[in-house]
């Protein structure tokens, strides 16, 4: 009897340790992605070089199951900020969302991590930046030869073909262009 109830006790302290160390290793399959550093050396100036950071940080910590959802991005005439790269993962018709952020201030890709983002996310579109013919830098470039006069820049995808673009200066959004990401081409209001 008292061998049974010392066998039934080492029983359920083995059950309670596995059920304690399987609750920390699914909290921590999420949490767990590193930050890397990239070589301070390199400057990161167009958005298909922070896109190469990004997606070689994505098939090696997320895996081949996620797709790139859309893109946003904020930072100054120096190309210093964040470029945040959205990738999402259909579980039924509920995606987690990994948000891929190079950061091109201080060098470092990290990432933040939502689970059931359905409403955020919840669209099919997933955009293929390898065939864009579009950079960031050419708003930029067209910024001063509109004189538009900006502290910063924010901008997002729209579509799989289509980026808006806005120009903020004191906090204050002044200005938008929209560009075709395929044909790197500006889109006028009714064309």
């Given at each position: 009897m008292k061998i049974t109830r010392i066998l039934l006790a080492i029983t359920v302290i083995l059950f309670l340790l596995l059920t304690l160390v399987s609750i920390v290793f699914l909290y921590n399959?999420?949490?767990?992605?590193?930050?890397?550093?990239?070589?301070?050396?390199?400057?990161?100036?167009?958005?298909?070089?922070?896109?190469?950071?990004?997606?070689?940080y994505a098939k090696r910590n997320l895996g081949d199951k996620y797709e790139l959802h859309s893109i946003e991005g904020s930072h100054d005439?120096?190309?210093?900020?964040?470029i945040i790269f959205i990738y999402t993962k259909r579980v039924k018709h509920f995606p987690d969302v990994y948000f891929v952020i190079v950061d091109?201030?201080?060098?470092?890709?990290?990432?933040?991590?939502q689970?059931?983002?359905n409403?955020?996310?919840?669209?099919?579109?997933?955009i293929d930046i390898e065939n864009w013919n579009f950079d960031i830098v050419k708003a930029m470039d067209m910024a001063q030869e509109l004189n538009i006069d900006y502290d910063r820049l924010e901008w997002h995808t729209?579509?799989?073909d289509k980026i808006a673009v806005f120009f903020v200066k004191d906090g204050v959004k002044i200005d938008q262009l929209d560009f075709n990401t395929f044909t790197g081409e500006r889109i006028i209001a009714g064309q």
């Open positions: 399959i999420h949490t767990n992605k590193p930050n890397i550093k990239i070589y301070q050396n390199i400057k990161i100036s167009t958005t298909k070089e922070a896109y190469a950071y990004a997606n070689d005439k120096d190309f210093e900020g964040e091109t201030a201080n060098n470092e890709i990290r990432y933040k991590y689970t059931n983002a409403r955020l996310y919840g669209s099919d579109l997933h729209v579509y799989e």
